[in-house]
């Protein structure tokens, strides 16, 4: 079946860096757009990065611009996170998405069918 597992959360101090890594099986991921969401407590999920699966175009919510980082290894069927520069504002649970779009993706999560469980990033200030 289709499974995504995220790992690579942790405790940090702000300015530092973490990479998350999500790990996909069950399916062709060469043929999906992966996607980074995160949620805050009390808050709504926030759509983080995206790499599409032809051209591994990449887009970054403008909270993260410049600090992290998507790319992906179809041959490993993983997808990575790079973080940097985490602020306290970063802290949430960071889910891994899989999606199939035949233009362009979007970050609505709805339009996401499968999800990772998630991973916690807590940074303190």
């Known amino acids: 079946q289709v499974q995504l597992v995220e790992s690579g959360g942790g405790l940090v101090q702000a300015g530092s860096s973490l990479r998350l890594s999500c790990a996909a099986s069950g399916f062709t991921m060469d043929a999906y757009t992966i996607a980074w969401f995160r949620q805050a407590p009390g808050k709504e999920r926030e759509g983080v990065s995206y790499i599409k699966n032809i051209d591994e175009k990449t887009y970054h919510a403008d909270s993260v611009k410049g600090r992290f980082t998507i790319s992906r290894d179809n041959s490993k069927k993983v997808v990575y996170l790079q973080m940097n520069d985490l602020k306290p504002d970063d802290t949430a649970v960071y889910y891994c998405?899989?999606?199939?779009?035949?233009?362009?993706?979007?970050?609505?999560?709805?339009?996401?069918?499968?999800w990772g469980q998630g991973t916690q990033v807590t940074v303190s200030s």
């Open positions: 998405a899989a999606g199939y779009f035949i233009v362009s993706p979007t970050m609505r999560w709805r339009e996401y069918p499968y």
